[in-house]
């Protein structure tokens, strides 16, 4: 059931919200700086009944958009608040373009701008934990979407029941996750493969060096660079006490429980093209971390001049 409710908010709220997140450091005029105080009101769109704002020191206009991704889309604040909300919250973009009475097309389009620049934002710097897990799972991730007219590059066979490792060719890429166990805040990367390296270079770069590693049997662990335990899954051991203080502390326990949260977040997509997924991930990654959304999160998000170096 659709359950539209743009129309149940009120504008002047997420008026504000916008202001206060989108521009924290203050709303105002983005050619010169001044600020919206020293600006007159030029007019108000049509269609979506949006202030616009003259600088009365440099004479361009602006809106409560320019200068971040939404700019160039016509949208109101209330669709703007929801839509925000609903890709952290993992909604279907078709459940969102009803929702919000958009077309799906731009409801995609915003969101894998949203991904790709929440991914490009994902933290490259260690945990601090003294304690961490290692884990890789492998999602079935195919070409959702693409086109298959060629009758040789047939469409994708639902990779469910393919046995073994999963990699990025076989439509199983795996994601490597580490979680801290004091902190509880994870990376996780979308890789190729899991055959040595990427794993490695994963726990050398995301943890810090006298961190305590845990991880399961794996082989591709063989040759981190950390104090290392591992407990054995094929021998139905999950959980081990190595320091005889009674308590097993040799697990990967806390960074399975994550796998479930992927899992779960990313079912009402049905399917994601594996090339988008790093972008879901990331935006998961964030939801995790953050806990609660903040301000100087969601402009460094939206704002053009993030990546404008
Ligand atoms: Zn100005």
Known sequence: MEFPITN??????CTQWIIEHFHPSG????????GVEQSRKFRTTRRRQLTVYRCRQCNQTYNLY????????HLTPEQIVLL??????????RTLAAELGLSYQTVLHLRHQLHNRAQALQPETP?????????????????????????????????????????????????????GRETGHVRRRVVNNTTGQPLVNHVDQFTVRQT???????????????????VCHSQNEWARDDDGDGIREVHVNTVEGLWTDVRNFLRPFKGVHKDY?????????FNRNLKRLNSAFIASLVNLHTFRR
Do not use: W
């Open 8 to 13: 149940l908010l009120d504008r002047s709220n």
């Open 27 to 34: 709303f105002g005029c983005k050619k010169c700086g001044a």
């Open 66 to 73: 320019s200068g971040t991704l939404f700019e160039q889309h």
């Open 84 to 93: 925000i909300r609903g890709v952290f919250k993992g909604e279907s973009s």
């Open 127 to 179: 945990l601090p934990d003294c304690a961490s897990e290692t884990d890789e799972m492998f999602q079935n991730a195919g070409e959702k979407g693409d086109k298959h007219g060629d009758p040789f590059d047939p469409p994708r066979r639902r990779a469910n029941k393919r046995p073994g490792k999963g990699t990025d060719d076989n439509e199983r890429p795996p994601i490597v996750g580490t979680v």
């Open 212 to 230: 305590q590693l845990f991880t399961d049997e794996s082989a591709s662990y063989n040759h981190v660079i950390r104090n290392h335990a591992t």
């Open 277 to 285: 997924l790093s972008g879901y991930v990331a935006i998961f990654e």
